[in-house]
């Protein structure tokens, strides 16, 4: 595996890993792909706390609309973001049950996104984290321009501690029909590298069904320190104001050592 390789497919064009996703969002009992219903009400209470009234607040990779609806309920005025066509159509009809007043934008939010001015923005389980070097400048150019001014960005991202939960290598297996790749029986090839010097870990699976072509997807994962944080978000516009590493407390998926910062635009 090559740096920032990228494979022939990804999971938010694929409608059946879509479709995987979603179910894994839903489930209240796992952090597979979001947190549990305690750690999101208390992420939600870390967000908003110290806010002089409610404004308006927009939720980038919102997924099913777990954080997007309890901001909504918080009585803030409420955009959610994700590219994920199967999370957008359920945070759509979920908020509409529950009475909410929610505008949801399907797109990717490595792309122009006009919303309006916002007076915060989020982006919550590591996404930054998973974008390489380029696309992280770009997310944080976008949020930039969507900011009011003196705007609030809050997000989290993995600490170094990830690599206590990785594995350098390669594996393979043989899985059944209607697992979390496939609909039908295939092969799942995985390699899993450490980028030490650029401080990433690569996830690569190569899905290979018993006809048709190979499908390659290639995820990536870095860890950050408070200090390259702010050098970042610097060089971008933001001053840091606030982080905190104890609002995960445990995780049984990818690391429990997850930084949010809150940061100022400047």
Same mark, same amino acid.
């Given at each position: 595996?090559?740096?920032?390789?990228?494979?022939?497919?990804?999971?938010?064009?694929?409608?059946?890993?879509?479709?995987?996703?979603?179910?894994?969002?839903?489930?209240?009992?796992?952090?597979?792909?979001?947190?549990?219903?305690?750690?999101?009400?208390?992420?939600?209470?870390?967000?908003?706390?110290?806010?002089?009234?409610?404004?308006?607040?927009?939720?980038?990779?919102?997924?099913?609309?777990?954080?997007?609806?309890?901001?909504?309920?918080?009585?803030?005025?409420?955009?959610?973001?994700?590219?994920?066509?199967?999370?957008?159509?359920?945070?759509?009809?979920?908020?509409?049950?529950?009475?909410?007043?929610?505008?949801?934008?399907?797109?990717?939010?490595?792309?122009?996104?006009?919303?309006?001015?916002?007076?915060?923005?989020?982006?919550?389980?590591?996404?930054?984290?998973?974008?390489?070097?380029?696309?992280?400048?770009?997310?944080?150019?976008?949020?930039?321009?969507?900011?009011?001014?003196?705007?609030?960005?809050?997000?989290?991202?993995?600490?170094?501690?990830?690599?206590?939960?990785?594995?350098?290598?390669?594996?393979?297996?043989?899985?059944? %029909?209607? &697992? *979390?790749?496939?609909?039908?029986?295939?092969?799942? /090839?995985?390699?899993?590298?450490? +980028? =030490?010097?650029?401080? #990433?870990?690569?996830?690569?699976?190569?899905?290979?069904?018993?006809?048709?072509?190979?499908?390659?997807?290639?995820?990536?994962?870095?860890?950050?320190?408070?200090?390259?944080?702010?050098?970042?978000?610097? %060089?971008? &516009? *933001?001053?840091?104001?606030?982080?905190?590493?104890? /609002?995960?407390?445990?995780?049984? +998926? =990818?690391?429990?050592? #997850?930084?949010?910062?809150?940061?100022?635009?400047?």
């Amino acid at each position: 595996m090559e740096l920032y390789e990228t494979g022939n497919a990804n999971i938010w064009s694929n409608s059946y890993v879509r479709e995987q996703l979603l179910k894994a969002h839903l489930n209240p009992d796992s952090d597979a792909a979001s947190r549990k219903p305690k750690t999101i009400t208390a992420t939600v209470d870390w967000v908003l706390k110290n806010q002089s009234g409610t404004g308006s607040i927009i939720d980038l990779g919102c997924g099913p609309g777990l954080y997007t609806q309890e901001f909504a309920a918080r009585g803030w005025a409420t955009v959610g973001v994700d590219i994920n066509e199967s999370a957008i159509n359920h945070a759509i009809e979920s908020g509409k049950l529950q009475g909410l007043a929610i505008r949801y934008l399907h797109q990717s939010y490595l792309n122009k996104i006009d919303a309006g001015a916002f007076d915060m923005a989020t982006c919550i389980y590591c996404d930054f984290s998973a974008l390489t070097n380029e696309q992280q400048k770009t997310f944080l150019l976008n949020v930039h321009q969507l900011l009011t001014p003196s705007g609030v960005l809050v997000f989290d991202v993995f600490g170094a501690g990830i690599s206590q939960t990785k594995m350098a290598g390669r594996s393979w297996e043989r899985a059944n %029909a209607n &697992g *979390f790749w496939s609909k039908f029986p295939c092969y799942v /090839l995985s390699e899993c590298q450490h +980028f =030490a010097q650029e401080q #990433v870990w690569g996830q690569k699976y190569i899905i290979i069904p018993d006809s048709g072509e190979p499908s390659t997807y290639i995820l990536w994962d870095h860890y950050f320190t408070v200090e390259k944080l702010e050098s970042l978000l610097l %060089a971008a &516009g *933001f001053s840091v104001i606030e982080t905190k590493s104890d /609002l995960v407390q445990e995780s049984d +998926f =990818a690391s429990g050592d #997850v930084l949010f910062v809150r940061a100022r635009k400047i």
